[in-house]
């Protein structure tokens, strides 16, 4: 029998166009699923069942009538908690937007929708997204799905314990400095950052916009690539949207692994890596090799100061993009308040978490008069380095393989208390947004205690057929 809730989305769509389900069949098993596992778990701030519902059956009706559906009728999918849905909430993990509903779709949902998905729910995140462990949601924190005392990760921890623990099929999140892929790693999922200005950020509250990317996650490469497809090209809204089109689905069956050029960055293997994420991501780089693949080290000079520089430019867009949440326009607003100063101070100082007000403040300062060619310039220069290092990089290999993470899933609580030990989580995907090009994590076995692991693959603006390419005939191979 079918079981749908393990299903992938090629799977579950051509289950229901065979009509051995009905989409309203398939959101039944994923909820029930959803009843039984996510109390605990805690993967969703909010369950859109009427939204999805009515889609289902919208759907049903169609297929009865023959009519055409979308390539995506009737998949359900988890939609990360700063994604605009028309009507729906959207918290951001936030008190400050407890209770806002969102005017309008993002454009990700438009053509979601377009394609026939049923949005399932909206999943829950770090507080605006800064986080790596999906414990500072105002919602509280979520849990691993493989164990239930461990992180998930984040900032998407929510999007990717949906996918872990067969909530649905696939999920979106966003990437500002590891949170897709951070995430997709430490719960044993597919988890893709696109070029920045693959996909459209219209609809995405902004942490930092020049970073920020929204992505999928998925069970297989084909069906990260499939929604990939769905998302991605040009939109007038987004300005930074590039004007490309991409169809890689159909292209990943071309790639030749004889001849590939692989390259290893030496500093993302040395001090601080867990021996056996190291052990298990070497392991499958031989396996390419003896498969054809040709390996390169690479020295990649400013990979250091990735962290330093993210830790000063993310923070100083956030503290802008944020100060829009002063208690007059959207969600909530302190009360008691006697004047207009003391409705944005005590709104935010009530609205906000922590961690969201130590950005703001790294933020603001770095900003100021007098400190921003010190902070904020300095940290664009470096950028720039970074970026020039992956260049460089490309000129001589076509994919770069790390590790996505130096350690698999820590315990709730470990790192709370300690920001800097919880900002090195992302200390192998944060170069990555700066310099604005694409990476995958894929699931590639598990530690002595059965944790997953991720390994990330790197390459060349707009080249994501390249990644999933490989991707796929790894998925084939092994
Ligand atoms: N963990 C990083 C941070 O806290 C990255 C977050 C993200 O990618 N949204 O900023």
Known sequence: MFKVSKATVLEITQAIKNREVTAEGV??????????????????????????YQKAKEIDLKITNGEKVGKLAGVPIAIKDNINILDERMTCGSKILADFKSPYNATVIERLAAEDAIFIGKTNMDEFAMGSSCETSYFGPTKNPVNLEYIPGGSSGGSAAAVAADFAPVALGSDTGGSIRQPAALCGVYGLKPTYGAVSRYGLTAFASSLDQIGPFAKSAADTAFIFDIISGHDIKDSTSAELDFN?????????????????PTKFFGEGLNREVKNTVLAKIEELKNKGAEIKELEMPHADYAIAAYYILAPSEASSNLSRFDGVKYGFRAENIKNLMEEYTKTRAEGFGDEVKRRIMIGTYALSSGYYDAYYLKA?????????????????????????????????????GAPL???????????????????LSMPIGNDSKNLPIGMQIIAPHFQESRILGLASFMERML
């Open 248 to 264: 890689i689905s159909s292209e990943l069956e071309n790639f030749n692994i004889k001849g590939l050029k692989i390259g290893l």
């Open 380 to 416: 664009q220069k470096m950028r720039t380095l970074i970026k020039e290092d992956y260049d460089k990089a490309f000129e001589a290999v076509d994919v770069i393989i790390t590790p996505t993470t130096p350690d698999t899933a820590f315990k709730l609580g470990e790192k709370t």
């Open 421 to 439: 030990a919880m900002y090195l989580s992302d200390i192998y995907t944060i170069s990555i947004n700066l310099a604005g090009i694409p990476a």
């Open 27 to 52: 959101l039944d098993g994923f909820y029930e699923n959803i009843a039984l596992k996510d109390k605990e778990i805690n993967a969703f701030i909010a369950i859109t069942k009427d939204l999805a």
